[in-house]
């Protein structure tokens, strides 16, 4: 059984920082991008951060929104971890993080996914 489990998420003060996990597991996705991407109250889910690859060599892209705050790793182990370290939070980060994998490794668009994790909750105060 494919399971993404997000965990990490909370309730923080603007400045703070967090990091996010995601524990990919029931195949293996060494070879999948995967991608953080959150949704706020009323909005559609966004794009955030990818690592993904272009032929073997894997990268990563972010929101212009989150350049320079945010980073994303990832671990291919037994099983495929990834994290999001955010920084230098704003009120403006406050959403559900979903992490995200695509059979299509080059790829970092939501319509692309294979598969969802459920979601952490990152409430950012002021």
């Known amino acids: 059984q494919v399971q993404l489990v997000e965990s990490g998420g909370g309730l923080v003060q603007a400045g703070d920082s967090l990091r996010l996990s995601c524990a990919a597991s029931?195949?293996?996705?060494?070879?999948?991008?995967m991608g953080w991407f959150r949704q706020a109250p009323g909005k559609e889910r966004e794009f955030v951060a990818t690592v993904r690859w272009s032929g073997n060599v894997g990268y990563a892209d972010y929101a212009d929104s989150v350049k320079g705050r945010f980073t994303m790793s990832r671990e291919n182990t037994q099983n495929t971890i990834v994290y999001l370290q955010m920084n230098s939070l704003k009120p403006e980060d406050t959403a559900v993080y979903y992490c995200g994998a695509s059979a299509r490794g080059g790829s970092w668009l939501k319509v692309d996914m294979d598969y969802w994790g459920k979601g952490t909750l990152v409430t950012v105060s002021s």
């Open positions: 029931g195949r293996t996705f060494s070879s999948y991008a």
